[in-house]
């Protein structure tokens, strides 16, 4: 069946860096746009970046851009998000997507916390 499971979160200084993963199976990874999302404390769940099937075009939230890379290995059917100079507001639970024709697929989350 599918599968997203994201890794990489933890507790970050504000300015740190981390690199999430998300590993996808039980479908053909190579073929469908993905994206991250994430979901801040009582807030509502926003897309951050998505990447296109082959890893040409990308796109980027306005907060995130110029900080945050998404990018993805069809070889490996994992898709990245580097995360550089975080900030006390991108403090969140972090999942991966991916839309396929039967249904949309998340991952069940990575904790990101940002905190002096």
């Known amino acids: 069946q599918v599968q997203l499971v994201e890794s990489g979160g933890g507790l970050v200084q504000p300015g740190g860096s981390l690199m999430l993963s998300c590993k996808a199976s039980?479908?053909?990874?190579?073929?469908?746009?993905a994206s991250w999302y994430r979901q801040g404390p009582g807030e509502e769940r926003n897309w951050v970046a998505s990447?296109?099937?082959?890893?040409?075009?990308?796109n980027h939230a306005n907060s995130v851009k110029g900080r945050f890379t998404i990018s993805r290995d069809n070889a490996k059917n994992t898709l990245y998000l580097q995360m550089n100079g975080l900030k006390f507001e991108d403090t969140a639970v972090y999942y991966c997507?991916?839309?396929?024709?039967?249904?949309?697929?998340w991952g069940q989350g990575t904790q990101v916390t940002v905190s002096s």
């Open positions: 997507n991916v839309r396929l024709p039967a249904d949309d697929y």
């Open positions: 039980g479908f053909r990874f190579s073929d469908y746009i």
């Open positions: 990447i296109d099937s082959i890893g040409g075009v990308t």
